[in-house]
């Protein structure tokens, strides 16, 4: 076996290190563009941001706004979680419903939900209600779309067998149903995490004294690299953190498959 076979081989048995030499090199080239290429009040080198990482939660009411914006996002993740796995089964269950409910469905997803932040903000106020509920109405959509679909590829076969042997409606739903919509389900809930982070964002930003997107605003505003980055490196461990929650109950609930 050549050389290059050899390194070939090694990687694809350890994408671990194939990943963070990605990111290693990901953060290299970003310290050569900051230090060399681009302003420093555009761009700080994430050498810089590290090193005065402490001085974010220095800043006066920094540590407030990211618990602020962190309960706004598992607030707002839940409710999306329950409303969606309740419409997605009651849509994705009967025809009826389906074919009634869904093209409404699929209407309000597609529309940019930027555009009625007004109605929010008229409606829930400019505290944490309306980032919440704007939050919700980017991460229900999700999943209920993925849901239906999950529910819809499960055989009639096996509904119609459970029933013959006088399964109840809970006994078909936890041994039939939920077992096999669990890949769509928790893709539907990754794909609404990222929606429900967006708009809990995206109302911060535009209309918001507290959270993580009136100080993002603020940053740019003052031309403050190093605070900006740091504060979205944050942000970032916050979507991880939920990330690897939804993971983890997707790897317990779906360890049947490998068993």
């Known amino acids: 076996m050549s050389g290059a076979a050899q390194i070939k081989r090694f990687f694809l048995r350890r994408p671990g290190l ?3 030499a990605v990111v290693a090199a990901l953060f290299l080239l970003w310290e050569i563009a900051a230090r060399h290429w681009i ?3 555009f761009l700080s080198p994430p050498s810089k941001v590290i090193a005065n990482f ?3 939660f220095d ?4 540590p407030q706004a990211l618990q602020v914006t962190f309960w706004e996002l598992a607030v707002a993740f839940a409710m999306s979680v329950v409303i969606g796995l309740v ?3 009651a849509v994705g269950l009967s025809r009826f419903s389906n074919r009634s409910f869904m093209p409404i469905i699929l209407l309000l997803y597609g529309t ?6 007004p109605l929010f903000i008229l409606y829930f106020g400019i505290g944490p209600p309306s980032k919440i509920a704007f939050g919700v109405s980017h991460g229900i959509f999700p999943i209920i779309v993925t849901i239906v679909a999950g529910v819809q590829n499960i055989k009639p076969i096996l509904m119609t067998a459970a029933r013959s042997m006088g399964a109840s409606r809970w006994q078909i739903f936890r041994w039939v149903i939920f077992p096999h919509m669990i890949p769509s389900f928790f893709a539907g809930m990754r794909l609404g995490m990222t929606g429900v982070l967006l708009g809990v964002l995206l109302a911060e930003l535009y209309v918001s004294t507290a959270g993580i997107g009136y100080f993002t605003q603020l940053f740019t505003q003052n031309f403050d690299p190093t ?6 490196s944050v942000l970032a461990a916050m979507a991880i953190v939920l990330n690897e929650i939804v993971r983890r109950a997707e790897v317990h609930f779906g360890r049947w498959r490998t068993d």
């Open 227 to 232: 605070k900006l980055l740091a504060l979205i």
């Open 112 to 117: 940019p939900q930027v555009t009625i932040l």
């Open 18 to 20: 194939v990943r963070l």
């Open 87 to 89: 419409v997605g089964l």
């Open 59 to 62: 800043t006066k009411n920094v």
């Open 39 to 41: 302003a420093p009040m």
């Open 54 to 56: 402490g001085a974010l």
